[in-house]
């Protein structure tokens, strides 16, 4: 491979140019003035420095990668002790313009024969030494976040994988009524609420029926599976495919309706 990079907005707020910034920001005008400065950014990359590496990579029979890129957004040394800058940068950072120009940069690197393209980074706070994360916290959602969801959707496709290469579990959560809970063939965490629940688990996850009278439903090639108490859970299986039960009064297999009690818990 030959890898570059593909970065816009080294030189926004470095400290040479900060009496200008602090100016426009008292004028209001920083804004307009930081995404003029990615647009060029971002047309030298398009324009002039991707082709040339492009030709070369061609040349020489490699594929292009970029190994880091997006809003390269951080103060200098001076800047970054300034809250109203770091304030201004974290607040563009995860502007909608930006995000329209990361993704339209993308798709012009896609244009020009490029493949792998690593966004650095997905989540992690905002700060003085820069608001690099995509997702600012595990429950945030921002313009620049779906942007790189829908190019992974539509970028260039560089590696097959089977499917189901990245395949993952998920988190389900009973309310206070009685609630059938299903999993996936990935590893889950299944949690009952305050109803009679029956929860269908499969190997790799984790359960906990909650309150009420909850019934664990299993495949039936796990009938005759190895169970032991480890401390409060129920341990159903072994090695990476065992499952641990807790809060589960009875325990049912295929499409049986009817259920055997939980082995009881050694006092």
Do not use: C
């Not at 607040?91 to 339209?104: D, G, K, R, T």
């Not at 049986?256 to 050694?266: D, F, I, K, S």
């Amino acid at each position: 491979s030959y890898a570059v990079t593909g970065y816009i907005g080294h030189d926004v707020a470095r400290d040479d140019d900060l009496p200008e910034l602090r100016r426009a920001l008292a004028r209001g005008t920083a804004a307009k003035r930081v995404l003029d400065m990615l647009r060029a950014d971002a047309a030298d990359l398009t324009g002039r420095l991707w082709p040339y590496h492009a030709r070369v990579a061609a040349r020489h029979g490699l594929r292009l990668v970029m190994y880091e890129g997006g809003p390269h957004l951080a103060a200098g040394a001076e800047g970054r002790e300034e809250d109203a800058i770091t304030d201004f940068l974290t607040e563009i950072s995860h502007a909608p313009e930006v995000a329209q120009l990361v993704e339209a940069l993308f798709e012009s690197w896609s244009d020009l024969g490029g493949t792998q393209v690593t966004a650095y980074h997905d989540i992690g706070g905002p700060s003085r030494w820069g608001s690099w994360g995509a997702l600012r916290h595990i429950d945030d959602d921002t313009p620049r976040w779906q942007a790189l969801m829908r190019y992974n959707r539509s970028g260039a496709d560089w590696e097959s994988r089977a499917p189901g290469s990245f395949a993952d579990g998920m988190t389900l959560s009973g309310g206070a009524a009685a609630e059938r809970l299903v999993g996936t063939p990935e590893e889950d965490l299944l949690l009952g609420g305050g109803g009679n629940d029956i929860v269908l688990a499969g190997p790799g996850d984790r359960v906990d029926g909650g309150a009420g009278h909850d019934r664990l439903l299993l495949p039936e090639a796990l009938r005759g599976a190895p169970m032991a108490w480890q401390g409060e859970r129920l341990e159903i299986g072994q090695g990476r495919g065992r499952i641990l039960v807790a809060g589960v009064e009875e325990i049912a297999y295929g499409t049986e309706t009817q259920a055997q009690p939980v082995p009881e818990r050694p006092r």
